[in-house]
């Protein structure tokens, strides 16, 4: 399903939009009061199942900010628990499995998700019963490095040293597990889009740890073969820190490569084959004032549209370099939209 005039898909397909496109990754979740209301007594991985609740938390941050985008809530680690691992986010940290992926056994064993996960699919359709033609819902799955960190670390991780370990010593082994994971990534971005997801991201967000020959070798055909899988819908691709590596990242095959706040838009466009440029403002500025916030999301466009008029790039989708922080105004989110649009 096509919206008429929305912005962001505008933005993608290289039209004029009628106003700057901006959503922020983590929109949703804990910034907002009314999603710590919603959320009392829930467990994460619950809320991620239950339609009516995934799909009110979505709308939240829509509703009160006026972004031009809904990212679906949910989490990278939904599609594996869906499949019948039992792997828990835990609060104030994150993914966290209590055995951890290290053999090849362990990666024979990991199920795969082979059916539709109804609940999400639901949910993606009571969001849409309230986004109006001009908002754009956005959903998304974990890259499998990403993904693959957590299960070999058994949580997140600060150095990724055990998934790097595997990747170098036992390399049939990492293969074998990129392998396993890919088939169940696409099952649920598949989903997502039989229920009437209209873009989607793919996140990459450790990628930016990895050399270049590393990421080349052992995360970028997997990475392709899902973007692959989905190209009847834009795609976006982002990671953090991964400014060395955004051109081997735009390989793999996306309308929207996501850039953090690390590097300007105009030199990213140099880097990418990607046309279209989604970021890049420095989470931390939302905490920094009207007057910081203005300067920072001017120049931010003004990168931008230089990237536009060397004919490096054909359009930009706003939004943060990485997610909101939990500890962010929610009156500082909703003032940066307003700037971002005006
Ligand atoms: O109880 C809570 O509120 C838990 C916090 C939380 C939330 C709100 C987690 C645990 N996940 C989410 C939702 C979520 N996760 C969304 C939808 C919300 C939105 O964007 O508006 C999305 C897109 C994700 C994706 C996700 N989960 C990523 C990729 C995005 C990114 O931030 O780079 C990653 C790395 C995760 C893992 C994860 N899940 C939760 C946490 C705290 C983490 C990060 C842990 C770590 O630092 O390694």
């Known amino acids: 399903m096509t919206a008429k005039n929305a912005p962001l898909l505008d933005a993608i397909a290289g039209k004029t939009p009628s106003r700057t496109p901006v959503w922020f990754m983590r929109q949703a979740g804990r910034s907002l009061p009314e999603y710590r209301q919603v959320r009392e007594g829930i467990p994460m991985l619950d809320s991620c199942f239950m339609p009516e609740l995934l799909a009110e938390i979505t709308l939240q941050p829509v509703r009160r900010h006026d972004v031009d985008g809904a990212i679906l809530f949910s989490d990278i680690v939904v599609p594996l628990k869906a499949a019948g691992l039992p792997i828990d986010i835990v609060p104030g940290r994150g993914p966290v499995l209590a055995d951890p992926i290290r053999t090849i056994e362990d990666v024979n064993n990991l199920p795969i998700l082979d059916t539709d996960v109804l609940e999400v699919q639901e949910g993606i359709r009571i969001i849409q019963e309230e986004l109006t033609e001009q908002q754009t819902l956005i959903g998304f799955a974990g890259a499998p490095f990403t993904l693959a960190s957590y299960l070999i670390e058994g949580g997140p991780s600060k150095n990724h040293e055990k998934t790097k370990a595997m990747m170098h010593a036992e390399p049939e082994v990492w293969h074998a597990l990129m ?25 990459d967000s ?6 270049e020959r590393d990421y080349r070798e052992f995360v970028l055909p997997y990475s392709a073969e899902i973007l692959t899988s989905v190209k009847d819908i834009p795609r976006i691709h982002f990671g953090v820190g991964t400014g060395e590596i955004l051109g081997a ?9 996501g850039i953090d706040w690390r590097v300007p838009l105009d ?12 970021g890049n403002l420095d989470p931390a500025i939302l905490f ?4 910081a916030m203005t300067r920072e999301i001017n120049r931010i466009k003004s990168e931008a549209a230089a990237a536009i008029e060397a004919g490096d790039a054909i359009g930009h989708v706003f939004n ?23």
């Open 179 to 203: 392998q396993r994971l890919t088939p169940t990534i696409i099952n649920w971005l598949r989903g997502q889009i039989d229920a009437g997801i209209e873009a989607m991201q793919l996140f």
């Open 206 to 211: 450790w990628a930016g740890y990895l050399t």
């Open 249 to 257: 990242m735009s390989e793999a095959g996306s309308e929207v490569m």
């Open 267 to 278: 030199v990213a466009a140099k880097r990418v084959q990607a046309k279209v440029l989604q």
């Open 288 to 291: 920094a004032g009207t007057e």
């Open 320 to 342: 943060l370099g990485h997610g909101v922080m939990p500890s962010t105004d929610p009156d500082a989110i909703t003032e940066a939209v307003r700037i971002i649009h005006s």
